[in-house]
């Protein structure tokens, strides 16, 4: 089951992509992740990105293109993946696109994540990341069990994400509207979109992402 997530920032295809990944044990491909821990590291794609994210803006396209490429050549991704954050410009669609027909597989849905703008800013305003193992909660809708700590780290704070502040998101949105959003008439005139009302809650999206994927995986593309 090959899947792209598209969607604004803030509209839970983090949440969802990891909750599928363990479900159908395929890799979750989020390239805001890879970009940060590769901030983590010091490596030098690391100190490219970080001024561009810390900012709202958008990684270049080479930098990601190339390490999304490299990423899908790994033996995990035999069984399939599942893209959160990428594509987020039509030239990296496009240079997809073309990696995927050179690695001759084929993609199966993109999933497009609609929630309406208060939505959106009450998730990310609220959201808060472990600094350790990047699990994510909600100060009202996913408090952890220990107020400010991890669930799964001991002794670990939980944080909020540098682009997390007010300032930061409208750039975010700003960049999705103008960049990213051409992607959904893109995927639609491949045909291959499917739209999904984000602004439900986890358990009901599960469910209906569950309808969208049922012929996808009783059809088994592998
Ligand atoms: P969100 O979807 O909540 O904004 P992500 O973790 O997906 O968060 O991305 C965080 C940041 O990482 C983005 O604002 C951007 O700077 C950078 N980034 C992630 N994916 C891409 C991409 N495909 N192209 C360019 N920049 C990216
Ligand atoms: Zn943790």
Redesign the pocket.
Known sequence: MRLVFLGP??AG?GTHAKILSERYQIPHI????I?RSKIKDGSEIGKK?KQ??ES????PDEV?IDMVTERLQEPDTKKGFLL??????LN?AKAFDLALSQLEMKLDSVLYFKASLETLLMRLTGRRVCSQCGATYHVKNLPPKKEGFCDFCENTEIIQRK?DNEDTIKN?LDVYDKDTAPLINFYKSLDVLSDMNADLDVEELDIDLEKVLAPIVNGGSE
Do not use: C, E
Not at 56 to 59: H, R
């Open positions: 920032p803030g295809k989020s390239t805001g992740d970009l990105a561009f994210m709202g803006g958008l990684v990601v959160d954050g990428f594509p987020r410009t990296q682009d975010r």
